[in-house]
């Protein structure tokens, strides 16, 4: 799968943090999709112990990282994701790649979070959202 090739930046929802199974993909890259997580070895976690995503998005060519959340966690930009960011942070910049990991599900204006999300993304852009579900 092809679908990030020639795309340059990402924003996520909510200040990310990695664990091993990012890990062992940032390390091994390149690589096809890897098909299970392998353990890490004692120097590679010490190494993970100062990766953040945007090292792994920048294994994968993404140059540009940022996120937004409330706590500002790993150089987030702190922005209230349930007010628009346009108008009330003169935030208006665009991503190629927009990314939900577990966020949304805590933000009250569901509404206004896919707005925000769908502003910040770039015409031809991807958003992906993946979100934890009742019984998980």
Not at 26 to 46: G, I, Q, Y
Not at 76 to 94: M, S
Not at 106 to 128: A, K, S, T, W, Y
Request: one cysteine or more; aromatic letters at 8%; hydrophobic letters at 35%.
């Amino acid at each position: 799968n092809r679908k990030l090739e020639g795309m340059s930046s990402v924003i996520e929802i909510g200040g990310q943090d990695l664990n091993e199974s990012h890990i062992s993909f940032a390390l091994d890259f390149p690589h096809d999709t890897p098909k299970r997580t392998r353990a890490l070895s004692n120097e590679e976690k010490l190494l993970a112990k100062d990766m953040l995503p945007k090292h792994m998005y920048q294994k994968i060519g993404i140059t540009q990282y940022e996120s937004i959340d409330t706590n500002g966690h790993n150089n987030a930009h702190v922005f209230d994701i349930n007010k628009n960011l346009a108008k009330v942070y003169d935030f208006h910049e665009k991503f190629d790649l927009v990314t939900n990991f577990g966020t949304t599900e805590h933000i009250c204006n569901q509404g206004n979070v896919f707005e925000n999300m769908h502003d910040l993304c770039n015409i031809n852009g991807l958003m992906i959202g993946v979100v934890p579900f009742q019984g998980h």
